[in-house]
């Protein structure tokens, strides 16, 4: 399995990035996927996910401004970030969970990929 993201980079407050995903090894359309971001100093924390079939859930702190989607055609999820804060700034990592009958619920984690904000 292999989870990697592309997309992060450097941006001024209020600007966006789009994230990426592509995910193989595993049967996407059967998976939730997400989005976890960690600052430095802090915890990993979730950002936003999406259920197989499409429903979509998203942190307080992004509402409004993240959105996550997945293309199960091509095994891809995006994060569209806009209206950027200096507090977004983190890495943020790929996120799949797969359910399976025999083995339970099983995690993968891409590497990660850095966003930073800056004035």
């Known amino acids: 399995v292999q989870i990697v993201e592309s997309g992060g980079g450097l941006v001024h407050p209020g600007g966006s990035l789009l994230l990426s995903c592509t995910a193989s090894?595993?049967?996407?359309?059967?998976?939730?996927m997400a989005w976890y971001r960690q600052a430095s100093g802090k915890g990993r924390e979730l950002v936003a996910e999406?259920?197989?079939?499409?429903?979509?859930n998203d942190v307080d702190s992004v509402k409004d401004r993240f959105t996550i989607s997945r293309d199960d055609a091509f095994d891809m999820v995006y994060l569209q970030m806009n209206s950027l804060k200096a507090e977004d700034k983190a890495v943020y990592y790929c996120?799949?969970?797969?359910?399976?009958?025999?083995?339970?619920?099983?995690?993968?984690w891409g590497q990660g990929i850095q966003v930073t904000v800056y004035s």
């Open positions: 090894g595993t049967i996407f359309r059967r998976n939730t």
């Open positions: 999406v259920a197989p079939g499409g429903p979509a």
């Open positions: 996120y799949e969970r797969e359910r399976e009958e025999r083995r339970g619920i099983i995690e993968y």
